[in-house]
């Protein structure tokens, strides 16, 4: 079988094959070729699917593939959250046009330095107590 991927199912019953032709006298190489797969193609199977029924291999394989599912989601996920992260950063920065509008409604008075900020440093807000904001 080059060049050909088989089932669980089918791995299981070719390995039955090759036991019981190992059992009638035959070499390892020898029942291998004749089921038409590598020795190391049997070893390799009889590592992984040794011992298991079919029932067993299905499960087995359904299982991988929903790992590998479940790892490529939350690679996904990780991804989009790093990246909400970043945008978030940059747009939560404070802009004192637009918090001044929001602000003088609530009665707060944003106070800025006569000269630049620091990077990364912020506006100060203070509340003040206006009439407009009591009544």
Not at 2 to 25: F, M, T
Not at 87 to 101: F, H, I, Q
Not at 116 to 129: E, I, K, N, Q, S
């Amino acid at each position: 079988m080059p060049n050909q991927r088989c089932k669980p199912e089918q791995i299981v019953n070719l390995l039955r094959k090759i036991e019981v032709e190992i059992a009638n006298g035959k070499t390892t190489p020898q029942a291998a070729r004749e089921v038409g797969i590598t020795e190391q193609t049997y070893y390799r199977w009889r590592k992984k699917f040794g011992g298991l029924k079919l029932d067993k291999a299905k499960r087995l394989k359904e299982l991988e593939k929903e790992n590998s599912r479940l790892k490529r989601l939350v690679a996904e996920l990780s991804l989009e959250k790093q990246v909400l992260r970043d945008v978030a950063r940059e747009t939560s920065k404070p802009r004192a046009e637009a918090l001044c509008g929001r602000a003088c409604a609530r009665g707060i008075r944003i106070e800025r330095t006569a000269c630049l900020p620091a990077a990364g440093a912020r506006a100060r807000h203070t509340t003040v107590c206006s009439d407009s904001a009591q009544r």
